[in-house]
């Protein structure tokens, strides 16, 4: 159609083309930056800060934990900078770098005899290599589905404009995960399900892990290990993160032990948690 309406279209086609341009030209300034740190200090490379939670990433939020549980010095690098993967979060420790969360983790195990699963038997580290897959490989695109796909995006409009985006960038942003995240649960296959679908699978999933803490402590035991750091980072992304989700009100009314447990992990590992959210005061624990 020529005219106004035309012109219209293509002045916004203009402003999308911009943002784009504008965020390709950022991210290649941030990925030139280069942090130095300490000897024997882990940079953790992340996205920014979350507003109820230190992350909106379930995979920085465990793998910062896990720092935190076995005391390895690091400083985060929010500068949105990507591995050679293309994804976040990721490492370098004395100039070596580690990609992906787990591979990060299991580096610095090797590298420094560390192993928080010492304690358990091989039956039980078996167990919770089955639990962690199951809510990194399963849990997780229920959530993805339901804050990009479902209506959750909403929410995410919410919590972009505590993070200060403003309209153009929220929207786009907003736009294109939406996009990536349906394209890439379709691959995976949870996105070939109706939404019903998914959030029966999400439930299974949300009471299997309750079943299994029950009154423990932590999902091993009473010591925490590194499944907790995944599960973790994982729950508290519903309880926080979630708001009005179906998966918040499950954990909120019928399997308030896992609500527990995020608290739990929260105050024994995440002290400083207000200082490190972007809306102090206000982690919404109740």
């Known amino acids: 159609m020529e005219g106004p309406e035309g012109f219209s279209w293509a002045v916004k086609i203009g402003g999308v083309l911009a943002a784009v341009t504008a965020m390709y030209a950022f991210a290649r300034r941030r990925n030139r930056y280069k942090k130095i740190a300490p000897k ?6 992340q996205i920014g800060r979350g507003p109820y939670a230190p992350s909106v990433s379930p995979f920085a939020l ?9 005391d390895i010095p690091y400083e985060n690098d929010h500068s949105f900078k990507y591995s050679s993967k293309g994804k976040t979060p990721w490492i370098e420790y ?10 990060c983790i299991e580096y610095l195990n090797d590298k420094l005899g560390i192993n928080l699963n010492r304690h358990l038997s ?9 639990l962690q897959k199951m809510t990194e490989e399963n ?10 796909v479902y ?22 942003m907003i736009y294109m995960i939406g996009r990536s995240t349906s ?13 019903d679908e998914v959030v029966g699978i999400m439930e299974g999933d949300m ?29 508290a992304q519903i309880v926080w993160h979630m708001e009005g989700s179906p998966h918040q009100r499950l954990v909120k009314e019928e399997l308030p032990n896992l609500l527990e447990y995020c608290l739990r992990m929260k105050d024994r590992f995440w002290p400083d948690w207000d200082r490190c959210i972007m809306v102090p005061g206000k982690s919404k624990d109740d």
Not at 40 to 45: G, K, P
Not at 184 to 193: L, S, V
């Open 207 to 235: 009471k299997a892990l309750s079943q299994y803490l029950g009154t423990k402590s932590f999902m091993m035991g009473d010591q925490p290990c590194e499944v907790d750091c995944a599960i973790f980072g994982m729950l």
């Open 122 to 130: 091989v039956e039980d580290q078996a167990v919770a290599r089955a």
């Open 94 to 103: 004395n100039g070596v770098k580690a990609e992906d969360s787990q591979f």
């Open 139 to 148: 849990l997780y695109w229920t959530n993805c589905l339901w804050l990009w």
């Open 40 to 45: 024997d200090t882990v940079i953790l490379y």
């Open 183 to 195: 394209k890439n649960a379709w691959g995976h296959g949870m996105g070939r399900h109706s939404r």
């Open 151 to 172: 209506e959750g995006r909403e929410q995410m409009k919410r919590l972009s404009l505590l993070l200060g985006m403003s309209f153009l960038m929220r929207t786009l």
């Open 62 to 70: 465990k793998l910062e934990t896990y720092l935190r549980m076995v």
